[in-house]
């Protein structure tokens, strides 16, 4: 079994920044892609941010320039470091992992495991 856990969400003002950081323990592995994805209350859940084993990193044009996402696979963390940030990016966060290659990123349905998520609250 694999677990994720986020941490560093709270509350902003418009302009501020933020970095979220996931852990992974149990299972051990190399995750082909960590990745981050938010959900804002009523819609659906939406990529953020990849980065695959290798280091190539991809992001949704809402938050390209904006949000870097990095990983230490020696300590099993992905971060996600977040500035110039506005009302718009409040939503839950989550840490996803896909344990295999598969070609595709932006889909959550790819993933394979996820973790509890943690807020991000970006106020005007």
């Known amino acids: 079994q694999v677990q994720l856990v986020e941490s560093g969400g709270g509350l902003v003002q418009a302009g501020g920044s933020l970095r979220l950081s996931c852990v992974r323990s149990?299972?051990?592995?190399?995750?082909?892609?960590m990745a981050w994805f938010r959900q804002a209350p009523g819609k659906e859940r939406e990529f953020a941010a990849a980065?695959?084993?290798?280091?190539?990193?991809y992001y949704a044009d809402s938050v390209k320039g904006r949000f870097t996402i990095s990983r230490d696979n020696a300590r099993n963390t992905v971060d996600l470091q977040m500035n110039s940030l506005t009302p718009e990016d409040t939503a839950v966060y989550y840490c996803?992992?896909?344990?295999?290659?598969?070609?595709?990123?932006?889909?959550?349905?790819?993933?394979?495991?996820w973790g509890q998520g943690t807020q991000v609250t970006v106020s005007s």
């Open positions: 996803a992992c896909q344990v295999k290659p598969r070609g595709q990123l932006q889909g959550s349905s790819w993933y394979d495991y």
């Open positions: 149990g299972r051990t592995f190399s995750p082909s892609v």
């Open positions: 980065i695959t084993w290798s280091g190539s990193t």
